[in-house]
């Protein structure tokens, strides 16, 4: 895998225009003139756990004596698991927040979920002579997904609900088919060994 496709997939797990309206909701009680300054905070956090998981993330797997299969494995029915909840959306009608949010949901699992770093621990470990392609791809897909975010009440009203769904569902699609992929790759690499 290469910057690019590493940065593709990186996008697509963290789905900024899949988490606008999540944003939005969880922004809902912020006053507006403070709400790019949360936004904001929360992307910061997200980015030093993101980097922090990629370069801690083989000597954690070396810690808990964990092999590459498990982690390929693992990380796809996460990812496919995360992709069925993109694609069939839980009702998010008892989930708004009543205060200000801090690090939970926003800046993960929102940013820095599961799937996310599950994938730069599967990168690290695959090759790990990489690292710094890898902390690029991570960068420009969190540069990505932060200007999005912070665009995320004018996106929001150009989208609307039904607009943010059928972009939610369509990386969920892609989501799945990485999933899938990641799987068999595990599955494939165990049996090869």
């Known amino acids: 895998m290469?910057?690019?496709?590493?940065?593709?997939?990186?996008?697509?797990?963290?789905?900024?225009?899949?988490?606008?309206?999540?944003?939005?909701?969880?922004?809902?009680?912020?006053?507006?003139?403070?709400?790019?300054?949360v936004i904001a905070r929360e992307l910061v956090v997200a980015l030093v756990i993101l980097v922090a998981f990629l370069f801690a993330g083989p000597w954690l797997l070396g810690l808990l004596h964990l092999k590459q299969e498990a982690l390929f494995i693992s990380g796809?029915?996460?990812l496919f698991l995360i992709?069925?909840?993109m694609i069939f959306p839980p009702s998010r009608r008892d989930e708004e927040p009543m205060s200000e949010p801090f690090i939970v949901p926003l800046a993960t699992p929102m940013v820095a979920g599961p799937s996310v770093l599950a994938t730069l621990l599967v990168l690290v470990s695959t090759q790990p002579e990489m690292l710094w392609r890898w902390f690029a791809a991570l960068m420009i897909a969190w540069a990505i997904t932060a200007a999005v975010l912070l665009c995320s009440p004018a996106i929001?009203?150009?989208?609307?609900?039904k607009g943010a769904m059928a972009v939610e569902r369509l990386m969920g699609m892609l989501l799945v088919m990485v999933a899938v992929q990641m799987f068999l790759n595990g599955i494939e690499h165990y049996l090869n060994h």
């Open 83 to 85: 992709a069925l909840k």
């Open 76 to 78: 796809g029915i996460v």
């Open 156 to 161: 929001a009203r150009v989208l609307r609900e």
């Open 2 to 37: 290469d910057t690019l496709s590493a940065t593709l997939l990186l996008l697509t797990i963290m789905d900024p225009l899949g988490n606008v309206a999540t944003f939005v909701s969880a922004l809902r009680p912020v006053p507006a003139e403070k709400r790019l300054q």
